[in-house]
């Protein structure tokens, strides 16, 4: 017996696209902040004396405090939803950036990472289960939209560095805080949002969950090849954000502010790559993206390290379009391995991203003070390469078998 849905309402479509637009724009809102501390990598580099391992530490302070609470945060909102934290990660990420912004040496801008970092493992889990909630079925195409705001809000923060960071001192840091305010009063509204679409929900028969189709030892290869997908991808960009200037200024003489606006050139592409993967995944499946997006990115990472300024720029770019365009997908497509534990899988598909990005780049910083950047992104030009391991992942007959009978 088929069960038709009836499509909803068009105000219900347009209150929930807008709920979208406003999670992406907190994502942007968000991830600016978050990016405030790479973009001043340089500065603080010069003015406390750091090593380039000390930067990748900060880096990896950040992010794998992201890699292991949002795992737990996610499961959490599974458990029970909880509407506002939306906005209390708001809160937390304005108190990292105030510490940022007060900081006098390693450790207290490390202590500031790890609290930048708690409020994003609060943020990203939650943010996808209501994009996901507000989708009206185009899973593809909300995730990328709301992904898209947060490449966006990184893209902006070499931008923020060479405008205002790097010409007014760290002190100006504190300026952003208006910019949390504005993310807090958003994510406030999402909130009531949330409760509003719970309460509908409630009133409503309970919809079973679909079990995984997979056995066990298949979601356990499934989930190992999405780690080393996301392995090979987030190393390569998280080294890009935060070492590419450096690359540049050791490559090509490139002053500081200089270096920000090939950075912002990337970091465009990157955005602009999230969001065309989402929709196209919907249209001709997921691991059609992630093949191409992956494997497809190795030519250019490959040609990168050996070209000139305008052509390290233009292979740049296409890096950032073809390797980010697989996020949206993988999100998506992990979440259908493990129905009903959509924040859960948001959680563990972010945090370890985050976690072995982070790793990555406090290896990459070690290995740069050994042999220099140009070598170190030399041999991080091979990472794409583990992109042949999609072949390993279940097709949609696997996952999907009801839509392969008649």
């Known amino acids: 017996m088929t069960t038709i849905t009836a499509a909803p309402a068009p105000d219900a479509q347009r209150a929930a696209l807008t709920i979208i637009f406003a999670v992406s724009g907190a994502h942007l809102l968000n991830d600016l902040l978050q990016f405030l501390l790479p973009a001043l990598y340089p500065l603080l580099k010069e003015n406390y004396g750091l090593s380039y391992l000390q930067i990748g530490l900060l880096t990896l302070g950040q992010q794998i405090t992201a890699c292991l609470l949002q795992p737990a945060f996610g499961l959490s909102g ?42 994003s493992a609060l943020f990203h889990p939650e943010a996808s289960r209501v994009a996901r909630m507000a989708s009206g079925g ?42 949390a305010a504005l993310g807090l009063l ?31 030892q298949r979601l356990n290869v ?27 200024i050791e490559k090509f003489a490139l002053s500081a502010q200089e270096a920000q606006f090939y950075l912002f050139a990337f970091l465009g592409a990157v955005a602009a790559g999230t969001f065309i993967g989402g929709p196209v995944g919907d249209r001709y499946g997921r691991l059609a993206v992630i093949w191409v997006s992956i494997l497809g990115a190795l030519p250019f990472t490959l040609a990168l390290p050996y070209l000139d300024l305008f052509w390290t720029c233009a292979m740049s770019i296409m890096v950032g379009l073809v390797l980010s365009s697989a996020f949206s997908a993988v999100v998506v497509y992990a979440q259908e391995l493990v129905p009903g534990k959509v924040g859960m899988v948001a959680g563990f598909v972010f945090g370890f991203a985050f976690g072995v990005g982070a790793l990555g780049a406090a290896a990459m910083g070690a290995l740069a003070d050994w042999i220099g950047m140009i070598a170190v992104f ?27 009978q008649a």
């Open 78 to 119: 599974d458990l029970k939803p909880k509407p506002y934290w939306l906005a209390l990660s708001m809160a937390i990420v304005a108190a990292g950036v105030a510490m940022l912004a007060a900081a006098n040496g390693f450790w207290l801008l490390f202590f500031a990472a790890v609290v930048l970092g708690t409020g």
């Open 138 to 179: 185009r899973l593809g195409f909300a995730q990328s939209l709301f992904q898209v705001g947060g490449n966006a809000g990184t893209a902006l923060g070499p931008l923020a560095a060479a405008l205002i960071l790097l010409p007014m001192g760290q002190g100006s840091v504190f300026w952003f805080l208006i910019v």
């Open 186 to 216: 958003l994510m406030g509204h999402v909130g009531r949002w949330f409760v509003e679409h719970q309460r509908q929900l409630s009133s409503r028969p309970a919809v079973p969950v679909k079990k995984p189709a997979l056995s066990r």
């Open 222 to 248: 499934a989930f190992a090849v999405i780690g080393a997908l996301l392995l090979s991808k987030f190393i390569y960009i998280e080294g890009l954000k935060s070492y590419y200037a450096f690359f540049l």
């Open 378 to 404: 030399q041999i991080c030009a091979f990472l794409p390469a583990l992109g042949i391991l999609t072949v390993l992942l279940p097709k949609t007959a696997e996952l999907h078998p009801e839509r392969t």
